[in-house]
Structures are given as C-alpha cells and as structure tokens.
T-cell receptor, first 111, second 113 residues
Framework: DAGVTQSPTHLIKTRGQQVTLRCSPK?????VSWYQQALGQGPQFIFQ???????QRGNFPDRFSGHQFPNYSSELNVNALLLGDSALYLC??????????FGPGTRLTVT | ELKVEQNPLFLSMQEGKNYTIYCNYS?????LYWYRQDPGKSLESLFV?????AVKQEGRLMASLDTKARLSTLHITAAVHDLSATYFC?????????????FGDGTTLTVKP
C-alpha cells in the first residue's frame, strides 16, 4: 500500500502564474482534503472532495479550485499566485472512518 | 466558528522530565487528533480521540480528552531527544466526516540532554 502520494515535491512559481498540485489517496479511500500550511503555522483547511464534488470549503478565495477524478485522485489549482501563497500544501485522504492520512506535501514557493 | 488553542507554543525540556501540552477548542466536537511534525516533513498521526474520557498511550506519550471541558492533553513522560518535534492538535466539527479539521498553532518541543 503506497499510502497518500503527492506531486511534485517542490515547485517554484512567479507571482501571477497558475499552479496545479496532484494527490493520489490511500488505497480504499474515496475522500480527499487539501490543507495549506504556512511556515510556522498549523495547517488550514482549503476544501474537501468526495464523489467528484467539492463537499466542504474553508475560508479560501475562488483562486483556489480543485477537482476529483473517478479514481479518487485529486488536483488543487491556484490561479494568479501571490507571494502569500507560498506554503506547504498537504493532501489527506479518508473514507467512512474517522481517520485521515496525510501525504508528504508539496512545497510551493512564489517569487 | 471552531477555534483551537494550544499551549505552550514553545517548550524546552530536559531529558527525563515530564510535561503536558494543552489543547482547548471552542465548540462541540466528537473527534480530536494529535499529530507530530518534524521540520520540513508532513504530519504523522499519533492519536485519534473519539469520546469523553478517552485515553490513549503510545510509548512516552499519552493523550486524553474531556469533551465537557473541551480540553485535550498530551502528556510526555521521561522525555528523550527523539521526541523533539512540533505537535499539533486538530478538531473536526461535530457530526461531520473526517477531513475538515481545524488545527492549533502547534507546540514546538525541544528536548535537551
């Protein structure tokens, strides 16, 4: 079991650009949540996908969007990047149970 | 709005000593998590607490939950250097599916010889 995987590991982008991050959930999991973790802070919930629909959303602007595919993998898209979007982006997967498993994260740097 | 507060935010301990990290949350919840994070790494799940009075132990770490007081504690017994890391508590809103967690700001633990 590969667990939760994310790609890429690191990414450097320029202000105003767009970025796509990818996540494959743990085998048997059908729900994917995305979190943003700025340096020195706790993760913040961005949104959650289930059955290819956005089920819940945190306090993030519409520049942050996502998608879930039929195989349960997910993408996070961020448009019009700002310096403040620099962070570690974490994907977590879960199923009907109460536990969520986190991937290794994607470190995004916006210059 | 659910808010989660941890204290202390920074903790420097000597090896062999005991200490407790506190996690308070603002609204009713039926699910609380503790995670460990090493520098530059992702989150490692330590405990999931689901009911009032729940207590879980793994090695030198023990977590407990008091849902009436909206308080969880993570107790460290006889600290060793390998426990140096940042510890987060996280809470899910009541009666929701796992995965919409609100995190505290973390407690950075340094264990010195």
């Amino acid at each position: 079991d590969a667990g939760v995987t994310q790609s890429p590991t690191h990414l450097i982008k320029t202000r105003g650009q767009q970025v796509t991050l990818r996540c494959s959930p743990k085998s048997g999991h059908d729900t994917v949540s995305w979190y943003q973790q700025a340096l020195g802070q706790g993760p913040q919930f961005i949104f959650q996908y289930y059955e290819e629909e956005e089920r819940q959303r945190g306090n993030f602007p519409d520049r942050f969007s996502g998608h879930q595919f039929p195989n349960y993998s997910s993408e996070l898209n961020v448009n019009a990047l700002l310096l403040g979007d620099s962070a570690l982006y974490l994907c977590a997967s879960s199923s009907e149970s109460y536990e969520q498993y986190f991937g290794p994260g994607t470190r995004l740097t916006v210059t | 709005e659910l808010k989660v507060e941890q204290n202390p935010l920074f903790l420097s301990m000597q090896e062999g000593k005991n200490y407790t990290i506190y996690c308070n949350y603002s609204t009713t919840s039926d699910r609380l998590y503790w995670y460990r994070q090493d520098p530059g790494k992702s989150l490692e799940s330590l405990f999931v607490l689901l009911s009032n009075g729940a207590v879980k132990q793994e090695g030198r770490l023990m977590a407990s939950l008091d849902t009436k007081a909206r308080l969880s504690t993570l107790h460290i017994t006889a600290a060793v250097h390998d426990l140096s890391a940042t510890y987060f508590c996280a809470v899910d809103p009541y009666n929701t599916n796992a995965g919409k967690s609100t995190f505290g700001d973390g407690t950075t633990l340094t264990v010195k010889p």
